[in-house]
């Protein structure tokens, strides 16, 4: 027979238990408002509103405080930085112990991990939080993110395989986080690019694995109304692309309109072109095939050729934030075919790529463009149509040129490097 006593007394551990995790989470809330000292934001207002009105449940007999507190979880992660996550996560943590089947809580304890860079536990939480979803389609988000965070673990995984005995193997970075993962597998390809040299297959697919993880990093696998249709690629994409064709670089129109490099630009199987460039068939051709772009600093350069048809579209800029802000901004839909994503968009400085630091961050988009087809080396005929004009490259890109030019032809002002 049971006795109602012991199941009386039972009940009330319980209730105890439940009012020292809120205590704890009050606690926590207390720590962060006492550790503000900087000016409040809009978004750390609406943390302390939240804070606020859990505190008001814990005063109300009829109230039920898990509501609240997980609101004060959402804010905390909204406000973000290192101590609007801490918080966060103490919340989420408390939360999943009040209330283990609540799908609420344990979305809240994977993106706050997630956010502080401890991708293996988020999953672990992502995982969960399905498990009392009945209709995956209610949770789209984290169904995207576990897929994202699966296909780095991946990459990884498939670049250790690739060289299994090389030093600092990507396999010891499984588990860590994003910000020690990302700068030591950079470091991993440059050496393996370094060692084996870009040609070698090998260091080609390991590459690409690494496009993709950067991609994955730096622009999550979400649904962007922005691409209108367009496929981003990266290294290996691009590549694919590139490999086997004849490529002309062509300086702006009205800088070569009438100087006799002629329409013979169409007769390049890729025609490239940057900025804000004009076509004139008589003088450049009328193809644009690829174009690259700059971004310069916080503000988005903002010429027309945006608009224009282009069956590549690169975007180069950094730091990363500034670039997918004005990318997002000025992308047009369904005028380019392919976009470069996120492991495109510093070739020169990346160490998985070119990897030379000394560059200035003004270097032109045409010097850009040329040493990425220069160094994906895939092209049998790279050439520069007016670029032997004053002002078209800075002096030192020009003797970059010219101590690797095969060919110079000055009445079609075209320079061969292959």
């Known amino acids: 027979m049971t006795n109602p006593l012991a199941g009386l007394f039972k009940a009330r551990q319980k209730e105890a238990a439940r009012l020292e995790l809120f205590a704890r989470s009050m606690r926590l809330c207390g720590e962060y408002l006492a550790a503000q000292s ?18 008001a449940s814990l005063d ?10 997980l609101k004060v979880g959402e804010r905390a992660l909204d406000a ?10 103490g919340v989420a943590e408390t939360s999943t112990r009040i209330r283990q089947r609540s799908r609420g809580a344990w979305r809240l304890h994977g993106l706050a991990l997630d956010g502080l860079g401890r991708e293996a536990e988020a999953l672990e939480c992502y995982e969960r939080h ?31 395989a690739l060289f299994p ?12 986080p994003t910000a020690v993962a990302a700068p030591e597998f950079a470091a991993f390809v440059q050496a393996r690019v370094a060692e084996h040299g870009a040609g070698d297959p090998a260091v080609r697919h390991l590459l690409k694995l690494y496009g993709t993880y950067r991609r994955l990093v730096e622009r999550p696998a979400l649904s962007d109304p922005l691409l209108g249709g367009s496929t981003p690629i990266g290294v290996g994409g691009l590549r694919g692309l590139v490999e086997g064709r004849t490529v002309c670089l062509v300086s702006d129109a009205d800088g070569t309109a ?6 013979g630009a169409d007769g390049y199987d890729l025609v490239v072109r940057c900025d804000s460039f004009g076509v004139r068939a008589e003088g450049t051709g009328g193809r644009t095939d690829l174009h690259a772009v700059s971004l310069r600093g916080e503000t988005p350069w903002d010429g ?9 579209r690169l975007v180069f800029g950094s730091p990363a934030g500034p670039w997918r802000r004005a990318t997002r901004q000025r992308l047009v839909p369904g005028a380019q075919e392919h976009i470069g994503d996120a492991s495109l968009r510093a070739p020169l400085t990346d160490p998985a790529l070119i990897g030379e630091d000394d560059w200035e961050p003004a270097t032109t988009t045409a010097f850009t463009v040329l040493r990425l087809l220069d ?9 520069l149509v007016g670029f032997g004009l004053p002002g078209r490259l800075q002096p030192r890109e020009a003797e970059w040129v010219m101590d690797r030019a095969t060919h110079v032809d000055h009445s079609k002002m075209r320079i061969a490097l292959r």
Do not use: M, Y
């Not at 389609?137 to 780095?152: H, Y």
């Not at 005995?165 to 860590?176: E, F, K, N």
């Not at 160094?375 to 050439?383: A, C, I, N, T, Y």
């Open 60 to 69: 109300t007999p009829a109230a039920d405080p898990f509501d609240s507190l």
């Open 80 to 89: 973000g930085g290192d101590s609007g996550l801490a918080l966060a996560l």
């Open 165 to 176: 005995r090389a030093g600092s193997p990507p396999r010891d970075l499984l588990g860590q």
């Open 375 to 383: 160094f994906l080396d895939v092209s049998p005929r790279l050439d």
């Open 304 to 312: 027309p050729a945006w608009t224009r048809p282009a069956g590549i």
């Open 38 to 55: 900087e000016k409040p934001s809009p978004r750390h207002a609406r943390l302390t509103r939240a804070i606020g009105v859990f505190a």
């Open 130 to 160: 399905l498990t009392l979803v009945r209709d995956n389609g209610a949770a789209e988000e984290i169904v995207r993110r576990i897929d994202t965070l699966r296909r780095r673990r991946a990459c990884l995984e498939e670049a250790d």
């Open 258 to 263: 009438g100087s006799a490099p002629g329409a």
